[in-house]
């Protein structure tokens, strides 16, 4: 399971806009330490990755019992999973794809070439990402 949120469109005038009141800009990053101290990091960083994406942040609107629910646990299970590969990339400076366990396919066997195929194809679009946010990065700098 992969949720793309790769399409999201930032204004970043807005963006700007948003952050001038520093007094408010300090009220959240005090907020945000003290969920750090409650819980950790990677607690923090995965609730973010989950709060920021247009289709993982639906699961916020679940009733209380998602829990017993066995495909809402399920579903939820494989989120954080994609979650915490990309809080993890973003920490170690690496696409999420080079850090994720491989895991085995369900539907047995595959063709060795093809599996190989996959695996380049992944990897070469974790690259592009990476390359795409690293040059957004580089645009904003020089604009500023």
Known sequence: ???????RIID???WRAN?????RCMSVAKSVYVQLEHGNEALLRVGVEIVTCRVAKKVLWWDDNWF????KF?????????KLAIALGHVKGMP?????EPSPKAGGSDDPE????????EEAQA??????LQQKALEAQCRE
């Open 19 to 23: 952050v001038i009141d520093l007094k």
């Open 96 to 100: 999420p794809s080079f850090l994720e």
């Open 74 to 82: 399920n579903y939820f299970k494989d989120i954080v999973k994609e």
């Open 12 to 14: 970043e005038k807005q």
């Open 1 to 7: 399971m992969t949720i793309d949120d790769t399409d």
């Open 114 to 121: 093809m599996a190989s195929l996959r695996k380049r194809l």
């Open 127 to 132: 690259l592009s990402r990476a390359a795409q």
């Open 68 to 71: 017993a629910n066995e495909s």
